[in-house]
């Protein structure tokens, strides 16, 4: 099946640092879905591209796809205490993109 | 209200018993899944459910049992629980197996 990896695994950063987390496939993705867990919460959906090269912000986050959908980026400016938390890419499962599968994440700390 | 319940929160359990992990969800999607997280691994795929009566294994499907007769549930069952099965079970739901995916609050199972 299809995997994505994701680096780094944890980031420590002091507020006002920009951050960024990497996602990559060996195999082309249709879609690319970002999420984003607080601790003790549950993953809750960020954005879901879709396009050769798109790129899209939302406030202080901005989410790329690569030219050949096989690599996504989050990059987080000037980080703030509220950003804490794990992000994870997700990608589809199959060909048939029945389901998703995610990246071990990408732990963020901010001390203030 | 709408959204996904799971039930119980948490649970604790004797190796060899059976435990079902409940979910429910409100939206009529027709997409459910089951993941499971632990440390280092982040998010992987149990089982997911296309429709009633479709279910298909995900990543790491031995040692669960699921099974969907009504669109809204969608039980996880550990037919003779194992310490290596102690984790935190996410259930999820989507539109379509593609998009965003709703997530529950999750269960803290405890196998000892």
């Known amino acids: 099946g299809q995997q994505v990896m994701q680096i780094p695994q944890y980031q420590h950063v002091q507020e006002g640092e920009d951050f960024t987390t990497y996602c990559n496939s060996s195999?082309?993705?249709?879609?690319i879905q970002w999420y984003k867990q607080r601790p003790g919460g549950h993953p809750v959906f960020l954005i879901q591209?879709?396009?050769?090269?798109e790129v899209k912000k939302q406030k202080r986050l901005t989410f790329q796809f690569g030219e050949a959908k096989k690599n996504s980026s989050l990059h987080i400016t000037a980080t703030q205490t509220t950003d804490v938390g794990t992000y994870f890419c997700?990608?589809?499962?199959?060909?048939?993109?029945?389901?998703?599968?995610f990246g071990k994440g990408t732990t963020l700390s901010v001390s203030s | 209200d709408a959204g996904i319940t799971q039930s119980p929160r948490y649970k604790i359990t004797e190796t060899g018993r059976q435990v079902t992990l409940m979910c429910h969800q409100t939206?009529?999607?027709?997409?459910m899944f089951w993941y499971r997280q632990d440390l280092g691994h982040g998010l992987r795929l149990i089982y997911y459910?296309?429709?009633?009566?479709?279910?298909d294994k995900g990543e790491v499907p031995d040692g669960y049992v699921v099974s969907r007769s009504k669109t809204e549930n969608f039980p996880l069952t550990l037919e003779s629980a194992t310490r290596s099965q102690t984790s935190v079970y996410f259930c999820?739901?989507?539109?379509?197996?593609?998009?965003?995916?709703?997530f529950g609050q999750g269960t803290r199972l405890t196998v000892v």
């Open positions: 999820a739901s989507s539109a379509t197996g593609n998009t965003e995916a709703f």
């Open positions: 195999t082309t993705l249709s879609n």
């Open positions: 591209l879709v396009k050769s090269g």
């Open positions: 997700a990608g589809p499962f199959n060909q048939a993109g029945t389901a998703l599968i």
């Open positions: 939206w009529s999607h027709s997409y």
């Open positions: 459910s296309a429709a009633a009566d479709i279910t």
